[in-house]
């Protein structure tokens, strides 16, 4: 198969779909992989690491989009790319397709076959390809928190772990997940008071066993949801439903009636966000500012440490990767029913319940495109 590795267009998107480790993995394979030129550039993967790998080098994306069998990507297309995609080519990429109706029409029209490294499941349940950008992201809310309580990013201006003698801010985090959890071990660290909340009450108890009377737990109903987010400093939304737009947890009579200074880190925005106020923003302009409240949703937040973000979604996405290779995309889905998840739009048609119920299109089960 003839793979193809366009560079990233989102703003201040460094991250890239393939390493050269995995461009010598797929070659191994027999597979060809076209790499766009300086794909990898901006993180230190230069044009000749991957032509030692066993690499072509295009001079464009267009040349990229033309020859290859199957286009592995990190960020869901963008306009331009999706006019360049076509029928029975595979886009193997994170989509978010849930709160995004245009590249859905977009993807729809274009015919090809796009995976989702979102809604792929694991063997042990849970999502295996999303859960490394989670568990960066996760982190980085911590510090995004952080960084904006200082007067000078509009904060209230204070300090996350405090001092001697002067209290610690409160983090929120809501969502017990895999973000959530990354959130909280940092959070923890830095010395910060910090309350979880989360429906799954056993998830809770994990968490309690591990951290102890580090972090208080509370399960999520709207009377513990609204006291904690009224005493905080700063609040992380984590909360996931696979495939679907985020629930709006935090509602805008809330944030009206938060702590002026204080922040919102909405690591869910990629999926519509759990924050009434939010909308996506970017690396360049990443925080708005809604009631007195900072909102920090920058919509591809691993994308500031690209390089390490990168490695680590090669890590989970190469196996899947090799395997549509190997046996197209038929037969990888028909042999594997968790890649099979990953199937959001087909041929024309929806495939991901999720997005079909959310943007009101007809629901074709993946396994009916797959005779």
């Known amino acids: 198969m003839q793979i193809g590795l366009p560079k990233e267009i989102k703003n201040h998107e460094y991250r890239v779909g ?27 993967l230069s044009d000749a690491l991957y032509q030692a790998a066993g690499a072509t080098l295009v001079p464009d994306a267009a040349s990229v989009f033309a020859q290859a069998d199957m286009v592995v990507k990190v960020k869901e297309p963008q306009p331009q790319e999706c006019a360049m995609l076509r029928p029975g080519q595979i886009l193997y990429t994170y989509l978010h397709l849930a709160p995004d109706p245009d590249q859905t029409a977009a993807l729809v029209q274009s015919g090809a076959v796009c995976i989702a490294y979102e809604t792929i499941t694991g063997v042990n349940g849970g999502l295996p390809l999303l859960a490394p950008m989670s568990e960066v992201a996760g982190r980085m809310a911590v510090q995004a928190g952080a960084a904006h309580l200082e007067k000078s990013k509009g904060g209230m201006g204070v300090l996350l772990g405090g001092v001697p003698g002067v209290p610690a801010a409160h983090v929120v985090i809501l969502g017990a997940g895999v973000v959530g959890t990354h959130a909280l071990q940092v959070a923890v660290g830095m010395g910060a008071r ?59 009579a809330m944030v009206e009636s938060m702590k002026k200074g204080a922040v919102v880190v909405d690591v869910a925005i990629d999926q519509g966000g759990c924050f009434e106020t939010s909308y996506a923003t970017t690396h360049a302009e990443p925080t708005f500012v809604v009631d007195g409240v900072v909102h920090y949703c920058v919509a591809n937040m691993p994308g500031a440490v690209a390089r390490t973000s990168t490695f680590a979604l090669n890590n989970a996405t190469i196996g899947h990767a090799v395997a549509i290779a190997n046996k197209g995309w038929k037969q990888a889905l028909r042999d594997d029913v968790h890649l099979r998840q990953g199937l959001n739009v087909a041929l024309g048609q929806v495939s991901y319940e999720a997005v079909a119920n959310t943007l009101a299109y007809d629901y074709v089960p993946a396994h009916t495109l797959l005779a």
Do not use: M, W
């Open 18 to 44: 393939l390493t050269p480790a995995s461009v010598r993995e797929l070659c191994s394979h027999g597979h060809s992989v076209l790499v766009q030129s300086g794909a990898g550039q901006a993180i230190g």
């Open 194 to 252: 910090v309350t979880v909340i989360d429906r799954n009450v056993d998830r809770l108890r994990q968490l309690d066993l591990v951290f102890g009377n580090r972090i208080q737990t509370l399960y999520s109903s709207v009377q513990n949801l609204e006291d904690a987010v009224l005493d905080a400093e700063v609040v992380i939304g984590g909360v996931l439903i696979p495939g679907a737009s985020a629930p709006k947890l935090v509602t805008r």
